[in-house]
């Protein structure tokens, strides 16, 4: 299977996408062109500055390297990152076999082409993600927002699972000071572009730019408005308002649900899965690559579960592979046929946490670092 992995990011790797060519290595190239202390005086670019540092770490390969290569280079780092993540999760919950099952979480769809095709930088911000919900597991609640935090500062999408980590807080009445410090861990993660002059009003807004304004309801994420914008009559500036507050309502509910039992065990992982998948599939102008977090939480639940969670599993990995592919292609019948995958996903995801699936568990796992 892992031969069979290599091959694919192999064939894969040739293909360079607009984001590559038309931002990445442009942003690598100007960081070698005027220096990383200088380059970060300005702004430039339009991603966190966390993804930025690690271009500017991967600067000095330039004229080694190609440069589009090197891009994808810092996007297979971040996969790796998300590997040892997925170990450390699966080590927590005594998962068997947590080495080879955190080698597989690369061969994930989703995972795979956001690296080996698309070049992006998900992986950055779900290591930390994925770490946070570890932490959760162990019960360090303190660790938790500070990788919540560093998460977010590496990409504004983290918040996507935000319901599930705001439903731990609330169960086990964490005290409120310890929430500050996600917060603190993002001022941290901007403080050495502020330090070399990046403006603090650009800083607070860079996780606004990618949030423009798109008119279609949904950017090949497979997800219900996929569907919905293609149905005659559709304004979609009335139908995002109205997703807007279905996705708000949808995540109060989603609070309801998973707090009616304490959140331990292979129900925590499950309702961590389960918040991007309510969250991306409810809100506009979801991008295909935002159900990420959802395909490796429910992966690492499926290894321990049974048949049928396997196969809640691998609908949402079809969901996925399916935006993507809606992407490469501009076939919106694709997403929307992902979006029935991911729809029927997020109900059996959410069934597996009603009180007749899941007996109490004790305990929360090893305790760690």
Same mark, same amino acid.
């Given at each position: 299977?892992?031969?069979?992995?290599?091959?694919l990011?192999?064939?894969?790797?040739?293909?360079?996408?607009?984001?590559?060519?038309?931002?990445?290595?442009?942003?690598?190239?100007?960081?070698?062109?005027?220096?990383?202390?200088?380059?970060?005086?300005?702004?430039?670019?339009?991603?966190?500055?966390?993804?930025?540092?690690?271009?500017?770490?991967?600067?000095?390969?330039?004229?080694?390297?190609?440069?589009?290569?090197?891009?994808?280079?810092?996007?297979?780092?971040?996969?790796?990152?998300?590997?040892?993540?997925?170990?450390?999760?699966?080590?927590?919950?005594?998962?068997?076999?947590?080495?080879?099952?955190?080698?597989?979480?690369?061969?994930?769809?989703?995972?795979?082409?956001?690296?080996?095709?698309?070049?992006q930088c998900?992986?950055?911000?779900?290591?930390?993600?994925?770490?946070?919900?570890?932490?959760?597991?162990?019960?360090?609640?303190?660790?938790m927002?500070?990788?919540?935090?560093?998460?977010v500062?590496?990409?504004?999408?983290?918040?996507?699972?935000?319901?599930?980590?705001l439903?731990?807080?609330?169960?086990?009445?964490?005290? &409120?000071? @310890?929430? %500050?410090?996600? =917060? $603190?861990?993002?001022?941290?993660?901007?403080?050495? #572009? *502020? !330090? /070399?002059?990046?403006?603090?009003?650009?800083?607070?807004?860079?996780?606004?730019?990618?949030?423009?304004?798109?008119?279609?309801?949904?950017?090949?994420?497979?997800?219900?408005?996929?569907?919905?914008?293609?149905?005659?009559?559709?304004?979609?500036i009335?139908?995002a308002?109205?997703?807007?507050?279905?996705?708000?309502?949808?995540?109060?509910?989603? &609070?309801? @649900?998973? %707090?009616?039992? =304490? $959140?331990?065990?292979?129900?925590l992982?499950?309702? #961590? *899965? !389960? /918040?991007?998948?309510?969250?991306?599939?409810?809100?506009?102008?979801?991008?295909?690559?935002?159900?990420?977090?959802?395909?490796?939480?429910?992966?690492?639940?499926?290894?321990?579960?049974?048949?049928?969670?396997?196969?809640?599993a691998?609908?949402?990995?079809?969901?996925?592979?399916?935006?993507?592919?809606?992407?490469?292609?501009?076939?919106?019948? &694709?997403?929307?046929?992902?979006?029935?995958?991911?729809?029927?996903?997020?109900?059996?995801?959410?069934?597996?946490l /009603?009180?007749?699936?899941?007996?109490?568990?004790?305990?929360?796992?090893?305790?760690?670092?």
């Amino acid at each position: 299977m892992m031969a069979s992995g290599v091959a694919l990011y192999l064939m894969l790797w040739p293909i360079m996408t607009s984001d590559v060519e038309g931002s990445f290595t442009p942003w690598l190239e100007h960081i070698a062109a005027t220096g990383a202390l200088r380059a970060f005086s300005a702004p430039f670019g339009d991603y966190a500055p966390p993804y930025l540092y690690v271009l500017a770490l991967a600067a000095p390969l330039l004229g080694m390297v190609p440069s589009d290569t090197i891009v994808k280079l810092v996007s297979l780092a971040g996969t790796l990152m998300l590997a040892v993540s997925v170990w450390r999760l699966l080590r927590a919950m005594d998962a068997p076999n947590p080495e080879r099952h955190a080698l597989y979480a690369l061969l994930l769809p989703g995972v795979l082409m956001n690296t080996a095709l698309m070049a992006q930088c998900d992986a950055l911000y779900a290591a930390p993600t994925i770490m946070a919900v570890t932490a959760a597991w162990q019960r360090r609640h303190r660790s938790m927002f500070l990788w919540c935090g560093l998460a977010v500062a590496v990409k504004l999408q983290a918040i996507l699972i935000a319901p599930f980590f705001l439903a731990v807080a609330i169960q086990r009445r964490i005290p &409120l000071q @310890w929430w %500050l410090l996600a =917060p $603190l861990a993002l001022i941290l993660a901007n403080l050495p #572009a *502020a !330090l /070399a002059g990046w403006p603090i009003g650009d800083l607070a807004m860079v996780y606004f730019k990618r949030t423009t304004f798109y008119p279609e309801l949904s950017r090949n994420a497979p997800n219900i408005w996929a569907i919905v914008q293609v149905l005659p009559g559709i304004d979609p500036i009335a139908t995002a308002r109205i997703a807007d507050a279905v996705a708000i309502a949808a995540s109060a509910l989603y &609070l309801w @649900w998973v %707090l009616r039992r =304490p $959140l331990l065990g292979r129900r925590l992982v499950a309702a #961590a *899965a !389960l /918040a991007p998948m309510v969250t991306a599939g409810l809100l506009p102008h979801m991008h295909e690559r935002f159900f990420y977090v959802a395909d490796v939480l429910i992966f690492v639940w499926a290894i321990t579960g049974t048949v049928r969670d396997r196969c809640t599993a691998a609908l949402v990995q079809t969901g996925s592979f399916l935006g993507i592919m809606a992407y490469g292609n501009g076939t919106e019948k &694709l997403a929307m046929l992902g979006a029935l995958a991911m729809l029927e996903a997020t109900r059996q995801t959410a069934g597996s946490l /009603a009180p007749t699936h899941l007996p109490p568990l004790v305990g929360g796992g090893r305790v760690g670092v």
